[in-house]
């Protein structure tokens, strides 16, 4: 395993994609709670979005079978983002998709999405291979059972990816509750999409609106 991995994610230095957030894809999820993906994507299109790290976003099949991509982010966080749509299972093997990946200029990549065997799964393989650092958001991806995910998790880590959680990825971004650009979008985030929220919302109530973790 290349010693990058050993560094955290910095919003300079990676990139996001979100692979096939779908209703047909959504359906066939026996792994987690639909609910809990369903939030944590918005959580990873938000963060990336608030700390400018390039998002790619595909789909499969949108028109003929899986449905758009769920517009709580393309139309909610990423209005008029491109959606790159395909119809190979894997990504990598679509021109466009590999176009955008080396657009961003970024050697490592998180990767999130449906179903964590094939869709997440074939890309992170490729991508390993030609020499991409890869981090695979483990609660923002599933599968048709949990054997299924998790064997997919055992694969891509034997193979050289990084699991990493959503909330992992968005406070690596942000390191330091001191920095106070993205501190409020963060709490904003926390508090729409997390339990942690519950507890952001009384500590406001209960010590005022200068209660912050940044001291």
């Known amino acids: 395993m ?3 991995y050993q560094q955290l994610l910095s919003p300079s230095d990676c990139a996001l994609a979100l692979i096939d957030f779908q209703p047909a894809m ?3 999820v026996q792994s987690h709670d639909r609910k809990v993906i ?3 994507v918005q959580i990873l299109a938000r963060a990336s979005k608030l700390f400018k790290v390039p998002t790619i976003i595909t789909t499969v099949a949108k028109d003929s ?3 758009p991509f769920m517009p709580e982010v ?3 966080v990423y209005a008029g983002h491109p959606v790159i749509d395909r119809t190979s299972i894997n990504s990598w093997l679509n021109a466009g998709f590999r176009e955008a990946v080396a657009a961003t200029g970024r050697k490592r990549f998180v990767l999130a999405g449906l179903w964590t065997g094939a869709c997440v799964n074939f890309p992170t393989l490729d991508m390993l291979r030609e020499g991409y650092e890869v981090f695979v958001v483990a609660d923002a991806c599933g599968d048709t059972s949990p054997e299924a995910h998790e064997r997919a998790m055992q694969r891509m880590v034997q193979a050289g990816a ?3 959680t959503t909330l992992q990825f968005l406070f690596e ?3 330091d509750w001191a920095r106070g650009e993205t501190y409020e979008g963060v709490m904003d985030i926390l508090r729409s999409l997390t339990p942690y929220g519950i507890q952001v919302r009384f500590s406001k ?3 005022g609106e200068h209660a912050s973790e940044a001291g």
């Open 162 to 164: 990084v699991p990493v």
């Open 2 to 4: 290349s010693s990058g």
């Open 26 to 28: 959504f359906q066939g």
């Open 65 to 67: 079978f899986s449905g």
């Open 205 to 207: 109530w209960a010590l």
């Open 173 to 175: 971004l942000q390191q």
């Open 74 to 76: 393309t139309e909610g």
């Open 38 to 40: 369903f939030d944590n």
